[in-house]
Antibody, heavy 115, light 111 residues
């Protein structure tokens, strides 16, 4: 069974940083694109970033370019999202999902940016 | 970048009745490989989203056949033939042509 578990969220001040992780199991991680999606409290889904199987291609939503970095370690079956220069509007549950078409999803990790 | 526009944003439906959600993209989603990467997701209250349909009309494993997807180019539709209580939630379309993007979501509730 495919399993995705996010971690690394928490409360951080504006301008701070976090490293989000997604541990994958139940499939050949190195054979799939991976995706990060976020959802602000009470709001809709926002696609954040994608990374190709070998990490050679990465794509970001405009609002996080230059601040967030997606990466992966295929030897550890893990996906990461380094989030820097955090803003209040980055407050959200961050989900990882398998593939470019996002299925399945993890349960998410909450990032709260507040002073 | 591609903008996805859903309608309606709120959808009250009587149990057993059909429901339909529209999703329009700002440019054609037909990709050079011959596929159209338009997906539909369901998010039940308090749960993570799950994909219902990919590539316009292919139902994911375990998705009831009362859900169907159709469309081409820039206009797409998700239909539920007979709404059941477990269908309550928010439905999103998502285009998979990088960079990806979601529609605003349609909240389905029982009338």
């Amino acid at each position: 069974e495919v399993h995705l578990v996010e971690s690394g969220g928490g409360l951080v001040q504006p301008g701070g940083s976090l490293r989000l992780s997604c541990a994958a199991s139940g499939f050949t991680f190195s054979s799939y694109w991976m995706t990060w999606v976020r959802q602000a409290p009470g709001k809709g889904l926002e696609w954040v970033a994608n990374i190709k199987e070998d990490g050679s291609e990465k794509y970001y939503v405009d609002s996080v370019k230059g601040r967030f970095t997606i990466s992966r370690d295929n030897a550890k079956n893990s996906l990461y999202l380094q989030v820097n220069s955090l803003r209040v509007e980055d407050t959200a549950v961050y989900y990882c999902a398998r593939g470019r078409t996002a299925e399945p999803w993890g349960r998410g990790t909450l990032v709260t940016v507040s002073s | 970048d591609v903008v996805m526009t859903q309608s309606p944003l709120s959808l009250p439906v009587t149990l057993g009745q059909p429901a339909s959600i529209s999703c329009k993209s700002s440019q054609s989603l037909a990709y050079s490989d011959g596929n159209t990467y338009l997906n539909w997701f369901q998010q039940r209250p308090g749960q993570s989203p799950r994909r219902l349909i990919h590539k316009v009309s292919i139902r994911d494993s375990g998705v009831p056949d009362r859900f169907s997807g159709s469309g081409s180019g820039t206009e797409f539709t998700l239909k539920i033939s007979r709404v059941e209580a477990e269908d309550v939630g928010v439905y999103y379309c998502m285009q998979g042509t990088l960079p990806c993007s979601f529609g605003q979501g349609t909240k389905l509730e029982i009338k």
